[in-house]
Structure formats: C-alpha cells, structure tokens
C-alpha cells in the first residue's frame, strides 16, 4: 500500500503567512498523512534555508524542493545546489508572482535541463494566469518529455478543461489539486484516470483536514484514490 503524501505545502515566514516545519507535521499527523512536499513562499525575496532547516528537523516527513526566481542570474546554481548538496527533490516554479512566462526558452530553460540531467520533478503555480497558462506547460512537457511536470491548481479557474486535454496528451504532464473544487478533479480522474492527478493542498492556505478528506470524492475506485493522495507523487519521486 502506497504512502499518503500531500504534493504542495509552503513553509516560511513571510507578510501575512507563517507555517513552521512543526506545523505542518502536526497536520500531517492529525489527517493521518505520511510526507509532505514543502518549498519556500516565493514572494519578496525569498531562500530555500528555512526548508532546509525544517527538512534536517524531520527528514522522514517532509520531501523538499527548490524554489528560485529564475530573474537571478544564479537560479540554475542554487537549483543543483539544493538538489546535489542539500538533497531536496524536486522543483518549484511561481511564474505568475516572479513575473516571467513559463515557456521562456533563455530564463526557464536552465532550470528544466538540471532537472532531465538530475532527474528530479518539477511543480509550477498553473492556475489560470497570463504566465503559466496550460499551453505553456504544454510547450514545456513537449520540450522536455523525460522530466516529470505538474500543474498546480490543474489551471483553475477558466483553464480547466484545457489542463486536463493537455494532461491527457503529454505523458509527463500531472494536474495537482490545490484550490480546485472536487467537480473538477471528478472530472480529471474520469477524463484521463487517476494516474495523472496528484493530491496537494497549498497549505498554509487552506483548511488542511477539508483538503485531504476531499479527495475522497475524487473517484470511487480505491487503487485510483491510493495514486492520487500518494502512489503517483510517490512514483515520481521514486520513493
Ligand atoms: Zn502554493
């Protein structure tokens, strides 16, 4: 039986949000979850430290990912560093807040080549805005077939359908449920299955025990439930 893993938790201290790696352990024990996946807020100027300090606090329980503004001109460095030295996992991305379009060939690009040569996941903010609309992230799927790419929010509010059509076409290319009602994930898990959608809930943003017992709308099948809230997160990052 796989792990119960949430894909999308911030940790950080920033103006108007605070959540320590003892907050969200907390939560994770109190909704019966295994792992977290926790990376920086990305406002302001932002580092990866306070994740790295959370992550040697709780190595079992929490999975860490980079986070970088691909604007500085060493993103590409701090991502090899984190993933290299400071064994985080994965990638994430906020083009809409660090003002850039995913698809940038000379300012994503970097970033998407250390991930196929690390071989690690990368999530990117993927609701609805100008930035990160779905067809960026196809561009980028296709551009990069070997490295595993989630949407996060699975482009709600008014890209959903085309999310989910594009999620469809490119085998490496995931909807993360974060701030998407329950009808519409129903509607991914039905259109393209349950292999292509990953539970996560944004937290602190959110009321973390309805994010998780929501997933238990998401389909009916109990295999499909086990690889949304964990077997698919899990199966990317080869835990
Ligand atoms: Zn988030």
């Known amino acids: 039986m796989s792990l119960i893993i949430d894909a999308h938790n911030h940790l950080g201290d920033r103006p108007g949000a605070v959540q320590t790696g003892a907050e969200l352990v907390a939560k994770l024990d109190l909704a019966g979850v295994a792992k977290g996946v926790v990376f920086p807020f990305v406002e302001g100027n932002f580092t990866n430290d306070f994740v790295k300090d959370a992550y040697e606090q709780f190595p079992d329980r929490l999975i860490p990912y980079c986070a970088v503004n691909p604007w500085e001109r060493d993103a590409a460095d701090i991502v090899r560093r984190c993933i290299s030295d400071w064994g985080f996992k994965g990638l994430k991305?906020?083009?809409?807040?660090?003002?850039?379009?995913?698809?940038?060939?000379?300012?994503?690009?970097?970033?998407?080549?250390?991930?196929?040569?690390?071989?690690?996941?990368?999530?990117?903010?993927?609701?609805?805005?100008?930035?990160?609309?779905?067809?960026?992230?196809?561009?980028?799927?296709?551009?990069?077939?070997?490295?595993?790419?989630?949407?996060?929010?699975?482009?709600?509010?008014?890209?959903?359908?085309?999310?989910?059509?594009?999620?469809?076409?490119?085998?490496?290319?995931?909807?993360?449920?974060?701030?998407?009602?329950?009808?519409?994930?129903?509607?991914?898990?039905?259109?393209?299955?349950?292999?292509?959608?990953?539970?996560?809930?944004?937290?602190?943003?959110?009321?973390?025990?309805?994010?998780?017992?929501?997933m238990r709308r998401a389909t009916d099948d109990e295999e499909g439930y086990r690889q949304i809230v964990g077997g698919n997160i899990a199966r990317l990052l080869k835990l």
């Open 93 to 214: 991305l906020h083009p809409t807040i660090n003002g850039y379009h995913l698809a940038d060939p000379e300012l994503v690009d970097p970033l998407f080549k250390v991930a196929e040569e690390l071989d690690f996941p990368i999530i990117v903010h993927g609701a609805s805005d100008l930035y990160n609309s779905p067809p960026e992230f196809a561009i980028m799927a296709r551009r990069f077939p070997t490295v595993s790419l989630m949407m996060a929010h699975m482009g709600f509010f008014w890209s959903v359908d085309q999310a989910i059509s594009f999620a469809g076409e490119f085998d490496n290319l995931y909807l993360e449920t974060s701030r998407a009602p329950i009808f519409e994930i129903q509607t991914a898990v039905k259109r393209i299955g349950p292999h292509k959608v990953i539970w996560g809930t944004d937290s602190p943003f959110v009321d973390y025990e309805f994010e998780f017992q929501k």
